[in-house]
């Protein structure tokens, strides 16, 4: 039995240690908002927070959350001034990288609150999105970052109040 948070509410599973986090999240718990890209740690589809830090569910063994606060893009409330500035730069396109794109960029604010256009480059850069559209992602990750109402992204802010085309053809449940 493995206990752990999962967007604030303390859950329970009995799936084996060496299940990826992402599985777990997905089958047993039934949030769909983390995606299945690659599964080997390489497109950033599966991004979630784990104690407020950006890891990739597809390769993360449930075995080592124990205790563990995870957020997931459900867990952001549709609040994050992070999915405030994507709505309002209208990134997404199919959207199906999006909630990792967001996970990971929410890390950024947590760590700089002021990130340059290099930072913001650098920290994404293994978020894959077979959209494109980077462009619009990089300034949305501006837009929330200079907003003022955005402030400073508490780590763990979110999760303590109670992220080749054979691999895309394999998506499960969107
Ligand atoms: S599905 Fe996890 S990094 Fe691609
Ligand atoms: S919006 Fe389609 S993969 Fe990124």
């Known amino acids: 039995m493995i206990e752990f948070y999962l967007n604030g509410e303390k859950v329970k599973t009995n799936a084996a ?3 990826p986090l992402l599985w777990v999240i997905r089958d047993e718990f039934k949030l769909k908002g983390t995606k299945f890209g690659c599964g080997i740690s390489m497109c950033g589809a599966c991004t979630v927070h784990v104690d407020g830090n950006a890891v990739r569910s597809c390769i993360y063994p449930v ?12 867990g952001l409330n549709n609040s994050h001034p992070m999915q405030k500035a994507w709505v309002e730069e209208q990134v997404p396109q199919c959207g199906y990288c999006q909630s990792g794109q967001i996970m990971q960029a929410a890390t950024l604010l ?7 256009d290099e930072d913001i480059v650098n920290h994404m850069s293994a978020n894959l999105c077979r959209c494109m559209a ?4 990089q300034k ?9 109402a955005v402030g400073v992204y508490e780590p763990g802010s979110d999760n303590q109040s109670s992220g080749n085309q054979s691999s895309y053809n394999q998506q499960v449940e969107v």
């Open 110 to 116: 947590a760590q700089n609150a002021d990130p340059s």
């Open 140 to 148: 949305a990750v501006k837009r929330a970052a200079q907003d003022s």
């Open 17 to 19: 240690e060496d299940t």
């Open 63 to 74: 075995g080592a959350v124990k205790n563990n606060h995870i957020t997931t893009i459900e």
């Open 134 to 137: 980077y462009k619009r992602i």
